[in-house]
């Protein structure tokens, strides 16, 4: 049996890593699903009023314009052009070019009736020298003409302040997430954000996925700076033990700090919410052993709430203290004051579910094609993960080798949250699904796998609305093909296609039915709103 051992909520750059294997050769998915409700018709109805349907983007991925009107190069800029660090040596120096196309890209996310469209600020377009140089004005420019043109269309911008892309100067100067000098620029750059966005932004995200970006950047060096240590990989640089951590610990104080600026100098006349995004899989035992139900735990404790505890609780989670002790930083009594209740609300972005296996009292041998070192290890919990049992896989596969499509995953993951956060207002950030590569499209643009997929994973939202738990959004990744990172432009996500030669967009069947879906017909209004509660959250 293969066992990938990463215990990661991240399976998408593993791609990177398993490509050389085809784990769909040696085992099968065996169709269908015990939960027949998961094929029931989800209609717009079953969500609440003022739940907000939207898309999302990140600026990396879409924005291309490298170096024009006066940006500065970022983490990523550099990383790409380096041989062997993306796929097909793609970059994103043009990516979608929405940088000359964003009109284009607002009347596309129209007409798709979205409530919300969730997008990034790209750091060094807004900062090029980070906290020691001036404000880019041309960038402000352009941020500000997105969001006024999102808002005549009814269009709310939902924003993410750091998703991937740190000025790289940022690296040079200290080391990037690795020094706590990297706090007040962050705040800085925060500031910047609120003083110039916060008068029309009523949604703020501080970081995407800290927790991803800790593991791939600093454990297994597939993301810029590219830092890891054997057996997680030969970099030149790194120590994938502790490395992750320290990141971590900085990007959490960040949030904290720019999240008490936000709550004391702009909540108060500006009136939005902020919060924090996280790249959350969710994780079933893979077997009935008491020691793999335990694994499935610390797999969601390492992974989720290693990110979402402290800005909670305004500590690590106990599960993750007991293994790594004090390899795990520690908060002074004043930083578990400033992060505690640093959240209005937690986004979590969904891909997938995965088996966790205990390697911590069990033999936890790895082998095979599809195996990454490290599940032994306290900076995985000592739980490796799997996507198969039995000769079967987890769900159907997608474009990511252990990425599968399981529907019930949903429903399960933000049950976990809701009771292990008090039922603290969630949105769904991103959830998404891009189709086997290999796979013999006939027509690219008749997509009806994601249309199921959504279908599905919504069906399995409402269920866990229906348990009790508070949602208040959900955004589909993506808008259109993008740059996937170190997938480049090989995985596509997008409602719409892009032609790389021409960068045309067209709109594929998914985005047809997510309009249908979200066209509220006068009967279902009726009949639905009066006993639906509105949000009085903003
Ligand atoms: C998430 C990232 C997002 C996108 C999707 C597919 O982890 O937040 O930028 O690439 O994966």
New binding site residues.
């Given amino acids: 049996m293969k066992i990938t051992t990463i215990l990661s909520s991240s399976c998408?750059w593993l791609f990177v890593l398993l490509n050389s294997a085809n784990p769909c050769a040696t085992v099968f998915y065996k169709g269908g699903n015990e939960k027949t409700e998961e094929l029931e018709d989800v209609k717009r109805s079953h969500f609440p009023g003022g739940f907000l349907f939207g898309v999302a983007t990140?600026s990396y991925?879409i924005e291309g314009a490298i170096l024009e009107d006066g940006k500065g190069l970022s983490d990523w800029d550099v990383f790409v052009h380096k041989n062997g660090n993306v796929e097909n040596g793609d970059t994103g120096d043009i990516a979608t070019d929405h940088y000359h196309h964003y009109m284009e890209d607002i009347e596309m996310i129209h007409s798709l009736g979205v409530d919300a469209y969730r997008f990034s600020i790209s750091w060094p377009r807004i900062l090029p020298n980070g906290k020691l140089g001036d404000v880019n004005a041309a960038g402000i420019m352009f941020y500000n003409s997105i969001i006024d043109n999102l808002l005549v269309r009814g269009i709310r911008p939902f924003v993410t302040i750091h998703?991937?892309d740190l000025p790289q100067v940022l690296h040079d100067r200290y080391g990037g997430w690795l020094s706590p000098l990297i706090q007040d620029d962050f705040v800085h750059f925060a500031e910047t954000c609120f003083k110039n966005f916060g008068d029309r932004v009523r949604y703020w995200v501080t970081i995407?996925?800290a927790n991803?970006v800790s593991e791939f950047a600093y454990e297994m060096g597939i993301f810029p700076p590219g830092h890891c240590s054997p057996p997680f990989g030969n970099c030149s640089k790194g120590n994938s033990d502790t490395e992750p951590l320290t990141a971590m610990h900085n990007m959490l104080l960040a949030h904290a700090k720019a999240s008490k600026l936000y709550r004391e100098q702009f909540q108060p006349k500006q009136g939005g919410v902020i919060g924090i995004v996280v790249?959350a899989f969710m994780y079933e035992p893979l077997t009935d052993d008491e020691r793999d139900k335990e694994a499935a735990n610390r797999a969601l404790a390492f992974n989720v709430a290693w990110n979402l505890d402290p800005p909670v609780f305004g500590d690590y989670p106990p599960e993750m203290r007991r293994y790594l002790r004090n390899e795990l930083p520690k908060f002074t009594s004043e930083e578990r004051l400033l992060i505690r209740d640093s959240i209005d609300f937690l986004g979590l972005?969904h891909?997938g579910t995965l088996y966790a296996k205990d390697c911590a009292r069990s033999s936890c041998a790895c082998s095979g094609s599809a195996c990454v070192a490290g599940g032994d290890r306290a900076i995985r919990g000592f739980v490796s993960t799997t996507e198969e049992r039995d000769g079967f896989l987890i769900g159907e596969p997608t474009g990511l080798p252990i990425c599968y499509v399981v529907p019930r995953g949903m429903e399960e993951l933000v049950d976990y949250v809701k009771n292990r956060y008090h039922n603290k207002p969630i949105f769904i950030t991103?959830n998404?699904y891009s189709p086997p590569q290999q796979e013999d499209q006939l027509d690219d643009l008749l997509d009806d796998k994601r249309i199921e997929y959504h279908k599905a994973y919504l069906a399995s939202l409402a269920r866990a609305m229906r348990n009790g738990a508070d949602v208040r959004g959900y955004f589909i990744?993506t808008l259109m093909d993008d740059f996937?990172?170190t997938l480049g432009y090989g995985v596509k996500?997008g409602l719409c296609s892009v032609d790389r030669t021409t960068l045309n967009r067209t709109p594929r069947s998914s985005a047809e039915w997510y309009r249908n879906f979200l066209r509220k017909s006068p009967s279902s209004n009726n009949n639905n709103t009066e006993r639906r509660p509105t949000f009085s959250f903003i």
């Fill in positions: 998408f990140s991925q998703h991937g995407n996925e991803l790249n972005n891909y991103e998404g990744w996937e990172w996500f």
